[in-house]
């Protein structure tokens, strides 16, 4: 499926050489994919799954599917669908490279944290539509990886109404600390691994002390924890973050 966004993204066409010949935006609408749960299994609620800087790529929609196996009707947008796009209008789907790093970090700051976390907004908005439409609980969670991880935890910071998630989980978001001092009046919690590369201590310790009313977990893993199927993956770890994640969601049912 696809839905209009009604507000200009800030790309710029020379954004990323690397995806030369694609054309670049701003785009007003985006790709979802969606994700049931297993015929015969009640949906819990819906869930707005926020990507890294690789895209919609099989990593994501397969965790997309993974959390759909426990009840969400999850809905993964294709951000970047709204810098650049191929010739059959689909956004890029990157794999873990340092070259596709360089040219999804380029996206992400094409796109900008204020646009993603009013995109996510949006979203959130119309699959809560969506789930009251189908006759089920319209309550929504956001959760994001990395990239995903910040946006997530801005799309409840920042979201009003019907646009802001129920809940929010927060895996490996460097960018978080920029935004620590920012407020999400809904449940929520913060992932990260305690040698992550990317993420000092330091900046996971601030944002434990200003996130009081959320609590921040550190996992013996590194950045990309969750990715099954990747060096980074720690199956442990990956799943009592699950754990840990659902707790959030049941505070949110409560």
Known sequence: MRIAIPW?????P????????WSAGPYTS??????QPPPGQDVRGGLVLIQEIFGLNAHIRADAALWASRGFRVWAPAYFELVVRDVNGRGPELAYRDRDFVVGRGLAQTLGFEVAAKVTGRVIGELRERLRDLGEPNLVMSLGYCWGGAVAFLSASRGRGHERPDAFVSYYGRAVYDFRAEVAPVPGVFHYGEHD???????????????????????PAGHGFNRCGHPDYEPVSAQLAVDRSLEVWSRAEA
């Open 30 to 35: 985006l790709q979802i994919a969606e994700f």
């Open 197 to 219: 590369g990317l993420i000092p201590l330091e900046q996971v310790q601030a944002v434990r002390e200003a996130q009081g009313a959320h609590p921040v977990f550190v996992y």
């Open 8 to 12: 200009p993204t800030q790309s710029s």
């Open 14 to 21: 020379d954004v990323n050489e690397a995806l030369t010949p």
